[in-house]
């Protein structure tokens, strides 16, 4: 069971995770209370262990952006919370080594997800951020076909039922884990990783790889070529070169959270 702790942002955190042992952790770049500055990310994941994936979250940037943040912060994976279109996830795929495409359980894109080329999908509640549950039907008939990432509303006293229902590839929990807002608590998130990897042995030192289809991890042979930066002067969907694109967070309503 693939577990990502969300929304970290200080280093005491992600290394108290890391001992937990969690298998990702989330740096929030989207207008959030628990939004980080590329800086600080980069000075986080540098203290990491090579094994963890660090995942940057973002909603609705433009994908150049996307891939600048990514790479000045020195991450390894993004997740896509807004109505991205699959050529803009495509391009950011092709420079970024994970991606995971997250859809609300309302999401007016979710009957689309066969359009989306990620590496995971995630499924949160009909308000990303909220921390409130939802009917797990939807996940579960979603688990059978994807790589999936279960997210909201999840707990250390109810994740282990939802990992029942639902049989996801992973699980992904931001402040179901805090004890204020940015805040994990040691307690909580022990407890969690430990009720969430009690369903499986998580994956075994090399074989969660980066570039898998949805259907499962690749070996290492498979996804050579994934961890390339951009070229100089490749150009992004719009044209536009890579290397220069400028692009701005966008607001919004919903805190990306969980």
């Given at each position: 069971?693939?577990v990502?702790?969300?929304?970290?942002?200080?280093?005491?955190?992600?290394?108290?995770a890391?001992?937990m042992g969690?298998?990702?952790?989330?740096?929030?770049?989207?207008?959030s209370?628990?939004?980080?500055?590329?800086?600080?990310?980069?000075?986080?994941?540098?203290?990491?262990?090579?094994?963890?994936?660090?995942?940057?979250?973002?909603?609705?940037?433009?994908?150049?952006?996307?891939?600048?943040?990514?790479?000045?912060?020195?991450?390894?994976?993004?997740?896509?919370?807004g109505?991205?279109?699959?050529?803009?996830?495509?391009?950011?795929?092709?420079?970024?080594?994970f991606?995971?495409?997250?859809?609300?359980?309302?999401?007016?894109?979710?009957?689309?997800i066969?359009?989306?080329?990620?590496?995971?999908?995630?499924?949160?509640?009909?308000?990303?951020?909220?921390?409130?549950?939802?009917?797990?039907?939807?996940?579960?008939?979603?688990?059978?076909?994807?790589?999936?990432?279960?997210?909201?509303?999840?707990?250390?006293?109810?994740?282990?039922?939802a990992?029942?229902?639902?049989?996801?590839?992973?699980?992904?929990?931001?402040?179901?884990?805090?004890?204020?807002?940015?805040?994990?608590?040691?307690?909580?998130?022990?407890?969690?990783?430990?009720?969430?990897?009690?369903?499986?042995d998580?994956?075994?030192?090399?074989?969660?790889?980066?570039?898998?289809?949805?259907?499962?991890?690749?070996?290492?042979?498979?996804?050579?070529?994934?961890?390339d930066?951009?070229?100089?002067?490749?150009?992004?969907?719009?044209?536009?070169?890579?290397?220069?694109?400028?692009?701005?967070?966008?607001?919004?309503?919903?805190?990306?959270?969980?």
């Amino acid at each position: 069971m693939f577990v990502k702790i969300c929304g970290i942002t200080n280093e005491s955190d992600a290394l108290m995770a890391t001992a937990m042992g969690t298998d990702a952790v989330g740096f929030v770049f989207a207008p959030s209370s628990r939004r980080i500055q590329p800086t600080q990310a980069r000075d986080i994941a540098r203290r990491l262990p090579p094994e963890i994936l660090t995942v940057g979250v973002f909603r609705d940037e433009t994908p150049q952006r996307v891939v600048e943040v990514v790479n000045a912060a020195g991450l390894r994976g993004v997740q896509l919370h807004g109505f991205e279109s699959a050529g803009e996830v495509a391009w950011v795929r092709k420079r970024v080594p994970f991606v995971i495409k997250a859809f609300g359980v309302g999401h007016p894109l979710l009957d689309r997800i066969d359009d989306y080329e990620v590496d995971a999908v995630m499924l949160d509640g009909d308000r990303p951020g909220s921390g409130e549950p939802y009917d797990l039907s939807v996940a579960a008939e979603l688990a059978r076909r994807y790589r999936l990432i279960l997210a909201g509303g999840l707990r250390n006293d109810t994740v282990a039922a939802a990992i029942d229902a639902v049989h996801p590839w992973g699980v992904d929990v931001s402040s179901g884990v805090e004890s204020a807002p940015g805040r994990k608590d040691v307690r909580l998130t022990r407890r969690f990783i430990n009720a969430a990897h009690a369903y499986g042995d998580g994956p075994e030192p090399g074989e969660m790889l980066f570039g898998g289809p949805l259907g499962g991890p690749v070996p290492a042979s498979e996804a050579e070529g994934r961890w390339d930066r951009p070229d100089p002067g490749a150009e992004g969907p719009d044209g536009a070169p890579a290397e220069s694109a400028q692009g701005s967070l966008y607001d919004w309503d919903d805190d990306i959270s969980r």
